[in-house]
């Protein structure tokens, strides 16, 4: 096989046309029309790509906690579009219509919360607070309510029913892992997409790049806001996650 075919449950799935390239994503189109190639860039961006920087293996480091945060949802009954890895930066994937919302679980105080509502940090929140952003870079992924959602066509009332008890599911699960690892998870975004047959399903990437993590012997962070507040090597961090997963995910 070549680094743009690959065999997966019996048929060879070759990389097509790049679909979209996202801040730290490729997506290409398969010779399976059901199946998306999913590739993780070393790029790190931050105040909506305006900062943008090369990290070598940052993307390898993603997708490796990803794929082990899916495979882990997936043990637990939650479905979602992963389906396999490539290389070490590429996975397979379930074609799905992205919904255009991003879903904002937050567990304690921090980011935008703080900012918005002048309180202070790393304050638990119960119950967890769940937001929506529009997802479009051109308006900065405004903050959206529901009606406005449901008015402009992007979900049903039902839609988001589902995709609000679905992210609480993956809270419970992932806060109950990353506790088992001493790691707090603070924040993340999540985003979902429907199948060809209408069914909501999990779907982006699960890593620090779209989390907060907190280590809860040394309080440092272990994701992405080390860039954005210019703390040093964010791999480090990165690193020490997928660690740990892999030691209680063995
Ligand atoms: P905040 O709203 O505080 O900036 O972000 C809340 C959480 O969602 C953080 O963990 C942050 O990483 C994640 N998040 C929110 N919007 C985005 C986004 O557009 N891209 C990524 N990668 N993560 C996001």
Do not use: C
């Amino acid at each position: 096989m070549t680094d743009n075919a690959v065999e997966f449950n019996g048929q060879t799935i070759t990389k097509g046309d790049l679909l979209y390239e996202g801040k730290a994503k490729q997506v290409f189109a398969t010779s399976d029309p059901a199946i998306l190639w999913m590739h993780y860039m070393d790029q790190v961006t931050a105040l909506n790509g305006k900062v943008k920087e090369e990290y070598a293996g940052k993307g390898q480091l993603n997708s490796n906690i990803s794929n082990r945060l899916f495979t882990y949802l997936a043990s637990k009954g939650v479905t979602h579009h992963w389906l396999g890895s490539v290389s070490a930066t590429d996975e397979l994937v379930k074609k799905v219509d992205i919904i255009p919302l991003e879903v904002v679980t937050r567990n304690y105080t921090a980011g935008h919360f703080v900012s918005r509502f002048g309180v202070e940090p790393m304050q638990k929140l119960t119950p967890r607070v769940q937001e929506l952003y529009y997802k479009s870079d051109e308006l900065d992924d405004p903050f959206m309510n529901q009606s406005q959602a449901i008015s402009l066509g992007f979900a049903s009332e039902a839609d988001l029913k589902t995709i609000f008890a679905l992210a609480d599911e993956v809270n419970e699960l992932l806060v109950a892992l990353f506790e088992q690892i001493d790691i707090t998870l603070i924040d993340y975004k999540l985003e979902f997409g429907r199948l060809a047959d209408g069914q909501i399903i999990l779907a982006d990437e699960l890593s620090p790049d779209n989390m907060r993590l907190v280590d809860q012997k040394t309080g440092k962070s272990l994701d992405k806001d080390v860039f954005r507040q210019k703390q040093g090597d964010l791999r480090v961090g990165y690193q020490d996650v997928l660690e740990r997963l892999e030691d209680v995910l063995k």
